[in-house]
């Protein structure tokens, strides 16, 4: 549950920022169009929900060796796009709403209302096709009513958070809110990594040096036999029996990643305004 809260939350909120963002512009231009942002954002949610009930019934019918195959490329998909989601973020926060308010002012200023209704639907899909692929990912370790209710719950808290935006809350730190829930993914995303080397070991794809570097199968509360354990193994990706091979792909995945990121995210250092040497006075003789 724990994982798709986070993919919920984190996708949710980027999708109610945005239409806050364009909401807010066209309702200071153009009150009477701002139905048409709604219409996109509808629009996209119901493109999302489709796809991620096709992608579920159409893995929902493999078994054996296709479905260990079809969940790894699954993974590694996911965790690539989870990793250029997280860095563009972290490098378009900042002009997100500039670019937003240019794309909606040109379509109110050709008058376009389908096109007003395209920057909502193109923004919020990408948002809503990207969360689709992640939560086929986490289904691997939860249970479908885990995951629905992770779901809501996070959608929840981001509607509310995207409320609080719209209505100009200085509460929300979206930069610590952004920081925080990216490392969090950069951690699920080296999981998601670790998972696909399994899933290809388990097919037969990959074989190993050592099956086991440690195993800890015995202690039932760190396994995915309870609920700790598989939040454990949906954010951290943690497995009480891990081959070698998932060992070092996390690491592998992990630290430079997790590096990257955490630079990527620093603040610019300001530079000192530069202080010349003091200027004196002109004197002034006397004629």
């Given at each position: 549950?724990?994982?798709?809260f ?11 920022l ?25 629009a ?19 078994e054996?060796?296709p ?17 250029w ?32 209704a ?6 919020v ?5 990207e ?8 289904t691997?370790?939860s249970?479908g009513?885990d ?17 609080g935006?719209?209505?100009?809350s ?5 930069r ?6 990216g ?9 998601l ?10 097919a ?16 039932n ?39 990257g ?6 603040r610019?250092?300001v ?17």
């Open positions: 549950m724990a994982e798709s986070l993919i919920a939350l984190r996708e949710g909120f980027e999708a109610a945005i239409v806050a963002i364009v909401l807010a512009f066209v309702q200071r231009r153009a009150r009477s169009e701002a139905k048409w942002v709604w219409i996109g954002t509808g996209a949610l119901a493109l999302s929900a489709i796809a991620g009930l096709v992608l579920h019934f159409s893995i929902d019918g493999l054996g060796v479905r260990m195959r079809t969940f790894g490329i699954i993974c590694v998909a996911a965790a690539l796009l989870l990793t989601m997280i860095f563009w973020m972290a490098k378009h926060a900042r002009h997100l709403r500039g670019e937003l308010e240019t794309r909606a002012d040109a379509a109110l200023t050709d008058g376009s209302s389908l096109a007003l395209f920057v909502a639907f193109t923004a899909a990408r948002e809503g096709l969360t689709a692929l992640f939560l086929i990912s986490t691997t370790v249970n009513t995951v629905l209710i992770g779901i809501v719950l996070g959608l929840a808290v981001a509607v509310v958070l995207g409320v935006i719209y209505h100009g200085k509460r929300i730190d979206m610590r809110f952004f920081m925080v829930t490392v969090l993914i950069v951690l699920f995303a080296a999981g990594a670790a998972k696909a080397v399994q899933f290809f070991q388990a037969g794809d990959l074989g190993s040096v050592n099956w086991a570097v440690y195993d800890v199968t015995g202690i509360w760190l396994t995915i036999n309870t609920q700790f354990g598989r939040f454990l193994a949906g954010i951290f990706g943690w497995d009480p029996r891990p081959s070698l091979e998932q060992v070092v792909v996390y690491l592998a995945f992990l630290l430079p990643v997790g590096a990121y955490l630079r990527a995210t620093r610019p250092k530079a000192p305004p530069v202080q010349g040497p003091p200027v004196e006075a002109p004197q002034h003789t006397a004629a």
